[in-house]
């Protein structure tokens, strides 16, 4: 007993309080359960490339360490992603930890992170770890950009870098471009354009990487299809590339990772082909949801969609979900203004069914 005591002691000594008033990013239980809560892709590989995956897995040298730039699988999504030629690419283990790279690049010295909310919590929590100021300016109740208080708290607090999701999650929807494009002529550091939903809609600022001194644009291969192999790149100019590697942890992409992202970006069709479903379904999930008495459905370029239940049900309605096997994100309490809000994960044809009768039988 008591040297629990004398630990929790020691902690209140020595770690910073900005650490422990953090509750640490809870991830819930999923087991049996129609996973609609993480923005995953529902199918795996199919069959007859699992086998040549686990051909190629067989020869990876498990005793070396991992090529420690990647080369190959640098060379690959430059290709896939078009990437421009003039811009420098840098890995990540997922694009979370591109986001810790770009904030320890930048603590230390006067600047902020800013982002807008309700958006990705990561760059938040990010920004806490490393101990630097964060600003969060809201978006319109439409979840818009208010672009006006957004260039005012630029101008007010010149942040180091600025984070802006495109499309935004949890909201789902995409910012005006032109928005965007004042953001980053009036920034007076980075803007990370975090585009992490780039496989479920047609708009993108990776071609526009290169044509600003403080445009970053942020990949990752989570949403398309490769969540546990954790992939995230980003694209920008290469002085900013060159700083912010020197902050990357020498072997931060393991080998099982490079050959597996190797060998799926040769097959990127398959990828394709999934993500053009899931977009469809998107949009049939959307007008029956629409038809469900009291739900609100926010428009979606992503592979989720936000709702809005009748007042004060949200959170009886996801523990019933649940209960009756089906494991969604409930937003409400999380933010303001996504009170009754649940996100909800576009699965397969079969899931989103069950999602639908599952909520059609609640409200
Ligand atoms: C899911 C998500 C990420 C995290 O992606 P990983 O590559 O899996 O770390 C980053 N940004 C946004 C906006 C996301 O929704």
């Known amino acids: 007993m008591e040297t629990v005591e004398q630990v929790a002691s020691l902690v209140s000594q020595w770690v ?64 896939s992603f078009q990437v421009p030629e003039s811009a420098e690419i840098l890995l990540g283990n997922g694009s979370d930890e591109l986001i810790q790279m770009i904030a320890m690049t930048l603590a230390g010295g006067e600047g902020s992170i800013l982002s807008v909310e309700p958006s990705f919590v990561m ?38 870098v600025v984070f802006l999701a495109y499309p935004n999650n949890p909201t789902g929807n995409l910012f005006a471009e032109e928005d965007l494009l004042r953001v980053i002529e ?32 942020m990949r990752t291969l989570s949403k398309m299809g490769l969540a546990g192999l954790r992939l995230g790149l980003l694209a920008g100019p290469a002085g900013w590339i060159e700083e912010i590697g020197k902050t ?24 394709e082909q999934q993500t053009r479903a899931i977009r469809r379904d998107r949009e049939s999930l959307a007008k029956a949801l629409a038809q469900l008495p009291g739900i609100r459905v926010y428009p979606s370029e992503a592979n989720f969609i936000l709702v809005r239940c009748p007042a004060g049900s949200a959170s009886a309605l996801h523990g019933s979900m649940r209960e009756s096997g089906i494991l969604v994100k ?12 649940l996100r909800l994960t576009v699965g397969s044809p079969a899931e989103n069914k069950a999602l639908l009768e599952s909520l059609q039988k609640l409200l």
Request: negative net charge.
């Open 330 to 341: 409930n937003l409400d309490g999380s933010h303001p203004a996504l009170v009754d809000c």
């Open 186 to 217: 009036a920034a007076p550091g980075l803007v990370v354009v975090d585009e992490a939903y780039a496989p479920f809609t047609d708009a993108s600022l990776l071609d526009r990487v290169g044509s600003y001194p403080n445009l970053l644009v």
């Open 123 to 160: 760059y938040q929590m990010i920004a806490r770890f490393v101990g630097m100021p964060y600003h969060g300016v809201a978006l319109n109740e439409d979840f818009t950009l208010d672009i006006e208080a957004l260039l005012l708290a630029i101008r007010e607090h010149r942040p180091a």
């Open 16 to 79: 910073r309080p900005e650490i422990r008033e953090l509750v640490a990013y809870h991830v819930p239980e999923a087991h049996g359960l129609i996973k609609l809560d993480a923005m995953e892709n529902p199918y795996g590989l199919p069959e007859t490339l699992r086998q040549q995956w686990l051909e190629e897995l067989h020869q990876a040298p498990l005793n070396r360490y991992p090529q420690p730039d990647a080369p190959r699988v640098k060379q690959a999504l430059r290709a």
């Open 248 to 271: 990357r942890l020498p072997y931060n992409i393991n080998v099982l990772t490079q050959v597996s992202v190797s060998f799926a970006l040769e097959h990127i069709e398959v990828f």
